[in-house]
């Protein structure tokens, strides 16, 4: 698997999606992943707030889904649900923004399909994959890795239930999150500082499966787990959850 980040200018409130992808993907080959970091989506949809506007705390409480009362950690950082992803303050950022708080991006999944069928047509494709990437912290384990936001143009989860082990066992549950899998993958690459790269082609990625179409509601609704059914719920059970 070959993944190259795409350094752009320094992207503003002035920006548009397509523009930039104008500029900096001049071409696309059959079976690429386009990959697009979910803060210049939040940038170009005007999603930031000025720092001197409101608290942060106030914003989380606008943001979140569900906030984790009462439970104090030596960061001061509020625990939240977003968009179905436990992650920290909303998933409001400070980095890379010079006074501002940058949002999560609003509908986006909507924005990953829109984006698959602006770059098939214009570069005439019919096998194209998007994910749209964010950085995430893992319970237990020091520094960040990716997640992905949104994805369209192929099977979010590649299964082994039912292949053999090597010993020739059945395997019962196991699957790969090969979105998850594609945004650690990326975020690796892009970097978190100054790099200025928050766009990535891959190549030959494993275990790829393309769509001619968007994914259907049971394939978003299957990389997504309750509370209930999660194999950490007696963790998250324990906390004291308030929802919007």
Known sequence: MQVEAIKTHRIELRDSLEEIFDLYIPSLE????????????????????????????????????AILQNAPNPYGICLTIKDNILIPSAGIDESNGSGIYILYPQEVQEVAQAIWTYLRTKHNIDHLGIIITDSHTTPMRRGVVGIALGWCGFEPLFSYVGKPDIYGQPLRVTQINLLDALATSVVLIMGEGNEQTPLAVIKNAPKISFLKRPPTLEEKESVIMSIEDDLYAPLLLTGSWVKK
């Open 30 to 65: 059959e079976q690429t992943i386009v990959a697009i970091t979910s803060k210049i989506i939040s940038i170009c949809q005007g999603r930031v707030i000025e720092k001197s506007g409101c608290s942060k705390e106030e914003l989380i409480k606008q943001e979140a889904d």
